[in-house]
């Protein structure tokens, strides 16, 4: 009885760690890696309920971790070496300009950010519209609340 209760103890420790792991790596100071990162956003700053563009905060919530054939559709990584990615929720108004009086989603406000960080690279995705994005290939083609993707390096 009491080495299940042990076993189980253990398997969610290991869980835990696991899901603080994959967005731990999201966290910290990111340099723009992408031609549309150092057009629009900059360097960038992710923390636990903070993204920081340009000089200027904003309030993130962490909605949900996403799996590695989401995260593949979001940003057209291989699914079987994609790890895992976190959806956010935000809001950041149409008329907020970044680098080069630059917004992020034109005349639409931001209201989910997909966050992927493999090693020393991170890549961001924006979406406007009040729903959630739908994470699949056909989904992602079609898309209208999709603002564009962006890289960033350690």
Not at 11 to 22: G, N
Not at 75 to 99: H, Q
Request: glycine fraction near 6%; include cysteine.
């Amino acid at each position: 009885m009491h080495r299940k209760t042990l076993l189980r103890t253990v398997a969610a420790s290991f869980l835990i760690v696991c899901l603080s792991t994959a967005q731990a790596e999201e966290r910290g100071y990111w340099r723009a890696a992408s031609n549309s990162a150092r057009s629009v956003t900059g360097d960038l700053t992710v923390a636990d309920e903070k993204l920081t563009i340009n000089f200027s905060t904003t309030t993130i919530s962490r909605i949900r971790a996403l799996e590695a054939p989401e995260v593949s559709a979001v940003f057209d990584t291989d699914s079987a070496t994609a790890g895992t990615g976190s959806l956010y929720r935000l809001n950041i108004p149409a008329a907020k300009k970044f680098v080069h009086k630059n917004s992020l989603c034109g005349a639409e406000d931001v209201h989910w950010m997909v966050a992927y960080a493999q090693g020393n690279n991170l890549q961001l995705a924006f979406f406007s519209g009040d729903k959630p994005p739908v994470f699949t290939f056909d989904a992602m083609q079609s898309s209208t609340d999709r603002c564009g993707t962006f890289a960033y390096v350690k």
